[in-house]
């Protein structure tokens, strides 16, 4: 568990991270990790002095396995209410199966996935405010309904999902082998690096602080034009 910013965490989950937010109102969740790591999020929460019962919103970025496999058991335990793209959200509840893109993801499919669940809350416009605090950004590329998430505190802390990944320092494109539209996924990143924010942190790869945005902008500045 590292804290990027004042009560902002990043729990690590295998190669994934997830992310917890304490606010005033109860712990915002950024994603749940790989399937059967409920647990492990249990445990982050204690580290904080919170519980699971703390849990009031669970924020997804997207619908791949690795990002929702926790959250029809945490929303059941805790009541959170779970908030996704409308473009995502048939896929996280379970009322469309896609085949996952792939040789490598549809391997994976076959022995881990998800409980489907319901959602509570859907996100149809680009930057609104699915909860105080927290701005929207649809970020599609990766899969149609992706969203990062910019939340108000520490001038700027961007939650990117897997539209990027932070690696030494630096700014790259997210993991594009299961990703619907990888150019879209890059053209993502280049609408991120319009907004202003000092942190960013990824699905994937190591927190950026201290002017993040400018890296994102670095990333843009080499694409196609």
Not at 81 to 99: L, N, T
Not at 150 to 174: E, H, N, P, Q, Y
Not at 176 to 203: I, M, W, Y
């Amino acid at each position: 568990m590292r804290e990027i910013v004042d009560g902002v965490f990043e729990l690590g989950l295998g190669f994934v991270n997830v992310h917890l937010v304490v606010t005033d109102d109860g712990v915002v969740l950024v994603d749940t990790g790989l399937p059967r790591r409920s647990k492990q999020i249990e445990r982050g929460l204690l580290e904080i002095r919170k519980q699971i019962g703390d849990v009031r919103t669970v924020l997804l970025t997207h619908h791949h396995f690795d990002h929702i496999g926790n959250v029809a058991d945490l929303r059941q335990r805790s009541g959170a209410r779970v908030i996704a793209h409308a473009a995502d959200a048939p896929v996280i509840s379970g009322a469309i199966r896609p085949e996952p893109k792939g040789m490598l993801p549809r391997l994976i499919s076959r022995v881990m996935t998800a409980e489907p669940t319901k959602i509570d809350q859907v996100i149809t416009a680009d930057e609104s405010e699915p909860i105080p605090g927290f701005t929207a950004v649809h970020t599609p590329g990766h899969t149609r309904g992706h969203v990062s998430y910019l939340l108000d505190r520490a001038d700027g802390v961007l939650f990117a999902g897997d539209t990027a990944t932070g690696k030494d320092g630096a700014v790259i494109s997210g993991p594009k082998r299961a990703a619907d539209d990888p150019a879209e996924q890059d053209r993502s990143v280049a609408k991120l690096a319009t907004h202003n924010f000092e942190h960013a942190v990824f699905g994937h790869g190591t927190a950026v602080s201290g002017k993040a945005v400018d890296r994102f902008r670095e990333f843009a500045s080499g694409l196609p034009q």
